[in-house]
């Protein structure tokens, strides 16, 4: 199993740490991604990146970062809580992601967000990291947040726990059923890119991977009800939009 870990965190101590004891519950290869090193600039707001990613400014020095998760079964993604938020430094790389909310395309991967806090903040952190992966597709999200400091600090059973699971899932290539915000959302996308007059890319993206004939991503099983969901929430969203 191909693992890709991206490290939010400027330094590798607490939260890193953490990522080093989920290393040893998992089989596989590891690609290290340590943001503080990669130096992306800052999203400048240019917005073209919704026509096409690779119009971003900075698409040679994110694109090679994306792509890696779309090789890989498994991704640990990592961040400490600065100011009871994400690091700016992850902020920016999901800032260069934005257009993965458009065209969504990472659905048979799998995650697992590491949080790191001194006290505060950890469980909305790993909350905010959560959705962000459902948004790029991501099938199935995992978390492990924890207050360094107090007693849970690397609490190494409550961390092999949930890395063995996630290694589990991960090496099993079962895909999960969505959640229905996820399909929700799913539905949106699609609805926008059924309107002529919205962003060409998302239009040619959701026609050519032939997502827009789905009620979610044909690989991923709904099941009736969340079937029905789609559909209903698809008729919804055409009258509304
Ligand atoms: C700039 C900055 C802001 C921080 N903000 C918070 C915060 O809002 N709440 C909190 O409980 N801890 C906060 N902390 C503490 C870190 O989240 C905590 O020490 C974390 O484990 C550091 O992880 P690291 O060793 O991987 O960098 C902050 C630390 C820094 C440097």
Redesign the pocket.
Known sequence: MKYVIING????????AVVKQIKKSLDGEFEEIQLMKENIPICNGCFKCFDGEENCPHFDKVNPLVEKLKDADGLII?S?????NVTSLLKNYIDHTAYLYHRPALFTLKGLVVV???????KDVAKYMDETLRHWGVNKVYKLSF??GGKDSLDTKAIDKVAKRFGQDVESGKLHSPKIMDVLFYNVWRRFALNEDHIERDRQYWRETGLINHDFAPEVKLGIFKTIIAKASLFFFKRLF
């Open positions: 965190s400027p330094r590798k101590k607490n939260t890193w990592t400490p809580v600065y100011a009871m790191t806090t001194a006290g505060a903040g950890h207050a360094c």
